[in-house]
């Protein structure tokens, strides 16, 4: 495994290795959109990492770790999250939702060298874990990507936080549908929480169904 290439997410090019989160975010931006200040870290021959040893390599992890130190310093938030792209994740036809880790931490959380080391070997090693090899296997899919990206965003505390869906994934029509909770939306990633359901008709922005969940929330037409 090795550095291929890594800065800010809003001067790359070639999207061929930044993995389906990455390549998702670079997608926004070019439509237009603005999304947190963005950096990453590319890292090559992945899976030839994960089949071999997968011990760590101090000086290579050293490497990475500078780096991702450099862009926190940049970005000059007070807290950081470091997310996964993998080559084989958010695809068209397979999301491994739930399969990779995301770290929230302190802006100088990597400041001891012992602790970077151990959260960048956990968040490497997930495809290693039983969960991960047991929804691949369920689904027949790839196991170990070929490349896999660190994306460094700043931690941003929100009111309100959520998933979009352009196009219902279940009944595949064209109304979106939003789940949502108040605060950071670590409930609904983890599973924690039942969240709010909004279905919002395309055509004409309104809303069309709604379920709390496990939330207090109240919704209307204004919102």
Not at 28 to 57: C, Q, W
Not at 77 to 89: D, G, T, V
Not at 94 to 112: E, H, K, M, T, W
Not at 133 to 159: A, H, V, W
Request: hydrophobic share 35%; aromatic share 10%.
């Amino acid at each position: 495994m090795k550095i291929f290439q890594s800065g800010d997410l809003s001067c790359i090019r070639n999207l061929s290795k930044i993995g389906g989160k990455g390549e998702g975010l670079c997608s926004i931006m070019r439509a237009g959109y603005t999304i947190p200040k963005t950096f990453f870290v590319i890292l090559s021959d992945y899976d030839e990492y994960l089949i071999s040893n997968h011990k760590t390599d101090k000086q290579l992890f050293e490497s990475i770790i500078s780096k991702i130190r450099y862009y926190i310093a940049c970005i000059g938030s007070s807290h950081i999250i470091l997310r996964s792209s993998a080559s084989n994740e958010d695809g068209k036809t397979c999301s491994y939702a739930g399969q990779y880790r995301s770290f929230i931490i302190p802006a100088n959380a990597l400041d001891v060298s012992t602790n970077s080391h151990a959260l960048l070997q956990e968040m490497l090693c997930r495809p290693l874990s039983l969960e991960y090899q047991e929804y691949c296997s369920g689904r027949n899919i790839m196991q170990y990507p070929d490349c896999f990206t660190i994306l460094i965003q700043p931690y941003i505390l929100s009111k309100w936080s959520g998933v979009m869906f352009t196009s219902d994934p279940i009944l595949h029509n064209a109304n979106v549908i939003i789940e949502l909770v108040k605060g950071n939306n670590e409930e609904i990633t983890s599973g924690a929480c039942i969240p709010a359901l909004v279905q919002i008709n395309t055509y004409n922005k309104k809303i069309i169904n709604y379920n709390p969940g496990q939330t207090d929330i109240v919704m209307n037409d204004n919102m």
